[in-house]
């Protein structure tokens, strides 16, 4: 792994100072002030000129970094022996009259106001010896506000600088994505920080809060493949799953931590993680070595079937989504060993563990995870199919029903061709109906409009992220207020989406030697793209004028590739150009 990437950082602007340590909401006047001490701290922060704080005195600054950052803070002090200095950070300022209201449904509002909002946060706290020193932090904050609260003692104390200096993954983007879609497009960068303020020695589900790497997390994360050539962190975490796998053979839901947790469902993506890896890379040897590890999951899975072939009640916490309704994020009949959801994760574990076989194991272990796929399916589909509703439903009572069960079914092939299009129609069409999913399993839901070719649906699902940008996000949030999190990963899996969707670019096989290009535009007039390959680059320029489609690929040399669009199918390698009149004549060089 490299070094993190170590930055000294300044800027920011004052949002507000007080000359005490209040817990209330930031008034009007204190917010839009531009008294000279307001003056005298925009000036330490723009041009680092010093600043000097009277003995006795008692300072509260709130900072606003106008983006998010992860590092640690840079103070630098001189003078005021036994002065008390406290820094926070918070990701945004709560919509409450005082701190001690705030309780985890309050709500944010727009992130970029603090007018009529109280700060809460987490920090560091030091006392001054009276020397000329930076503070000292242990480890590295994240967020976008700094509150500083100075207390002098009987000396004068001198603030000579205030910075961040921050620390990350040191990443690369190599990509580029343009298109007509002027709204998603704005919250693109909102979405590479989400990416990329969650990359450090490891992928972590937030870097606020827990700073752990997540099985189901990492996967939405996997729009790094999109971005950079660059997979170190992405080995680093599926080697660290790999050691967490007790004597049972499951990994842990997150690893490392300080308490183990475990989730069947989790473990169950973990294939997931690693066939991702495999086709969108090419790295055999790490592959290779994985595939001990991944048969003990898969037997430990397997172990826990009932007698009927499904999964009943497995150990952990079998999180599926956060859905209000839900009970911490499991689904009906998650914990009493009757969901249809669980056992989907099962099938999708399956289909996964087989292109790994084929592509790197042995051609017996991968028939036989296909025949059970077969088997395991087809009991799926009696227990909790509804052809009068043409639903999935989430127990076998058939009471309940979710957008998971419905994306899952149509994505694991367990249905046939017109059952998939019924399904498909029943869940848009009742919708309002079903357990909603949340920004993370919308990764699948993507997945299952792009297959459908629903690009309604797909472009629809979208307009989420459309929004980020209105309400002030710098950063992609966990889920829709109230939200915890301002700042996690897997809200930037539409980045994995615009280029594998979109633009319709994936791999066709383990080590991403055949690429398959069908794009999915919609109401999209052009799409150019940059996109890294293990073996270089791939470029796709496609435009769509009033009655003609015109398109230009290149992929790296040896390189093969299948393009598909209008029922057009042609294979070539290392490049391709053509159009096609909507009317169906077409041309190809």
Same mark, same amino acid.
């Given at each position: 792994?490299?070094?993190?990437?170590?930055?000294?950082?300044?800027?920011?602007?004052?949002?507000?100072?007080?000359?005490?340590?209040?817990?209330?909401? *930031?008034?009007?006047?204190?917010?839009?002030?531009?008294?000279?001490?307001?003056?005298?701290?925009?000036?330490?922060?723009?041009?680092?000129?010093?600043?000097?704080?009277?003995?006795?005195?008692?300072?509260?600054?709130? *900072? $606003?970094? #106008?983006?998010?950052?992860?590092?640690?803070?840079?103070?630098?002090?001189?003078?005021?022996?036994?002065?008390?200095?406290?820094?926070?950070?918070? #990701?945004?300022?709560?919509?409450?009259?005082?701190?001690?209201?705030?309780?985890?449904?309050?709500?944010?509002?727009?992130?970029?106001?603090?007018?009529?909002?109280?700060?809460?946060?987490?920090?560091?706290?030091?006392?001054?010896?009276?020397?000329?020193?930076?503070? =000292?932090?242990?480890?590295?904050?994240?967020? +976008?506000?700094?509150?500083?609260?100075?207390?002098?003692?009987? &000396?004068?104390?001198?603030?000579?600088?205030?910075? *961040?200096?921050?620390?990350?993954?040191?990443?690369?983007?190599?990509?580029?994505?343009?298109?007509?879609?002027?709204?998603?497009?704005? %919250?693109?960068? *909102?979405?590479?920080?989400?990416?990329?303020?969650?990359? !450090?020695?490891?992928?972590?589900?937030?870097?606020?809060?827990?700073?752990?790497?997540?099985?189901? $997390?990492?996967?939405?994360?996997?729009?790094?493949?999109?971005?950079?050539?660059?997979?170190?962190?992405?080995?680093?975490?599926?080697?660290?799953?790999?050691?967490?796998?007790?004597?049972?053979?499951?990994?842990?839901?997150?690893? =490392?931590?300080?308490?183990?947790?475990?989730?069947?469902?989790?473990?169950?993506?973990?294939?997931?993680?690693?066939?991702?890896?495999?086709?969108? +890379?090419? $790295?055999?040897?790490?592959?290779?070595?994985?595939?001990?590890?991944?048969?003990?999951?898969?037997?430990?899975?397997?172990?826990? +079937?009932?007698?009927?072939?499904?999964?009943?009640?497995?150990?952990?916490?079998?999180?599926?989504?956060?859905?209000?309704?839900?009970?911490?994020?499991?689904?009906?009949?998650?914990?009493?060993?009757?969901?249809?959801?669980?056992?989907?994760?099962?099938?999708?574990?399956?289909?996964?563990?087989? $292109?790994?076989?084929?592509?790197?194991?042995?051609?017996?272990?991968?028939?036989?995870?296909?025949?059970?796929?077969?088997?395991?399916?087809?009991?799926?589909?009696?227990?909790?199919?509804?052809?009068?509703?043409?639903?999935?439903?989430?127990?076998?009572?058939?009471?309940?029903?979710? &957008?998971?069960?419905?994306?899952?079914?149509?994505?694991?092939?367990?249905?046939?061709?017109?059952?998939?299009?019924?399904?498909?129609?029943?869940?848009?069409?009742?919708?309002?109906?079903?357990?909603?999913?949340?920004?993370?399993?919308?990764?699948?839901?993507?997945?299952?409009?792009?297959?459908?070719?629903?690009?309604?649906?797909?472009?629809?699902?979208?307009?989420?992220?459309?929004?980020?940008?209105?309400?002030?996000?710098?950063?992609?949030?966990?889920?829709?207020?109230?939200?915890?999190?301002?700042?996690?990963?897997?809200?930037? !899996?539409?980045?994995? !989406?615009?280029?594998?969707?979109?633009?319709?670019?994936?791999?066709?096989?383990?080590?991403?030697?055949?690429?398959?290009?069908?794009?999915? =535009?919609?109401?999209?007039?052009?799409?150019?793209?940059?996109?890294?390959? =293990?073996?270089?680059?791939?470029?796709?320029?496609?435009?769509?004028?009033?009655?003609?489609?015109?398109?230009?690929?290149?992929?790296?040399?040896?390189?093969?590739?299948?393009?598909?669009?209008?029922?057009?199918?042609?294979?070539?390698?290392?490049?391709?150009?053509?159009?096609?009149?909507? %009317?169906?004549?077409?041309?190809? %060089?």
């Amino acid at each position: 792994m490299p070094e993190q990437n170590v930055e000294l950082w300044f800027g920011g602007r004052v949002r507000a100072v007080r000359d005490a340590f209040l817990g209330t909401s *930031i008034s009007a006047a204190e917010a839009e002030g531009k008294t000279s001490l307001v003056q005298s701290w925009d000036s330490l922060l723009q041009n680092q000129n010093g600043l000097k704080l009277d003995s006795g005195s008692c300072h509260e600054v709130i *900072i $606003d970094f #106008e983006q998010y950052l992860c590092g640690y803070p840079y103070l630098e002090v001189e003078g005021g022996s036994g002065a008390s200095i406290r820094v926070d950070w918070a #990701e945004s300022l709560f919509e409450e009259t005082d701190s001690s209201n705030v309780t985890l449904s309050t709500t944010k509002g727009h992130r970029g106001t603090v007018i009529d909002k109280c700060f809460v946060g987490l920090g560091d706290a030091w006392i001054i010896c009276g020397q000329r020193n930076v503070l =000292p932090a242990l480890w590295w904050r994240s967020g +976008r506000y700094l509150r500083i609260r100075i207390q002098a003692a009987d &000396e004068p104390i001198h603030v000579n600088r205030i910075g *961040i200096r921050t620390t990350g993954y040191p990443f690369n983007n190599e990509a580029s994505f343009d298109c007509d879609y002027k709204e998603f497009l704005e %919250s693109w960068p *909102i979405q590479v920080a989400g990416i990329q303020q969650c990359a !450090h020695e490891q992928w972590v589900d937030c870097p606020y809060y827990e700073q752990l790497s997540y099985v189901g $997390d990492n996967i939405c994360e996997l729009a790094f493949y999109c971005l950079t050539r660059d997979d170190l962190i992405t080995k680093r975490c599926l080697e660290l799953f790999d050691w967490s796998r007790q004597d049972g053979g499951l990994v842990a839901e997150r690893y =490392p931590s300080a308490y183990r947790q475990d989730s069947f469902t989790y473990a169950l993506l973990y294939p997931r993680l690693l066939r991702e890896q495999a086709y969108w +890379r090419d $790295d055999a040897d790490f592959i290779s070595e994985r595939i001990p590890g991944l048969r003990a999951l898969m037997e430990e899975c397997l172990y826990w +079937r009932n007698s009927n072939g499904l999964i009943g009640k497995v150990p952990g916490w079998s999180f599926i989504d956060w859905v209000e309704s839900w009970d911490e994020g499991c689904g009906p009949g998650v914990r009493d060993g009757d969901s249809s959801l669980v056992n989907l994760h099962l099938l999708f574990a399956l289909k996964d563990y087989a $292109d790994i076989e084929n592509g790197y194991g042995e051609e017996f272990f991968a028939n036989r995870a296909l025949s059970l796929l077969e088997e395991i399916g087809q009991n799926l589909k009696e227990r909790y199919w509804c052809s009068e509703m043409s639903l999935m439903a989430d127990d076998s009572a058939k009471e309940s029903f979710s &957008e998971h069960a419905q994306a899952w079914s149509i994505l694991s092939g367990i249905l046939t061709e017109k059952e998939q299009q019924s399904c498909l129609e029943a869940w848009l069409k009742q919708q309002d109906q079903l357990a909603p999913m949340s920004i993370y399993f919308s990764y699948y839901a993507l997945d299952a409009f792009y297959k459908m070719r629903a690009d309604d649906a797909f472009y629809e699902r979208l307009s989420f992220w459309e929004e980020l940008p209105r309400l002030g996000f710098t950063a992609t949030p966990e889920r829709p207020e109230p939200s915890r999190s301002d700042c996690h990963g897997w809200g930037a !899996h539409p980045i994995y !989406h615009a280029f594998s969707s979109i633009a319709g670019i994936r791999p066709v096989s383990a080590g991403f030697n055949r690429v398959h290009i069908s794009p999915m =535009p919609g109401a999209l007039s052009f799409i150019n793209i940059r996109m890294p390959h =293990p073996k270089g680059m791939i470029h796709l320029e496609w435009k769509r004028t009033e009655n003609r489609e015109e398109y230009n690929i290149k992929l790296p040399t040896g390189v093969a590739g299948i393009w598909e669009r209008n029922n057009q199918r042609q294979e070539f390698t290392d490049s391709l150009s053509g159009s096609c009149e909507l %009317s169906g004549a077409v041309t190809v %060089s």
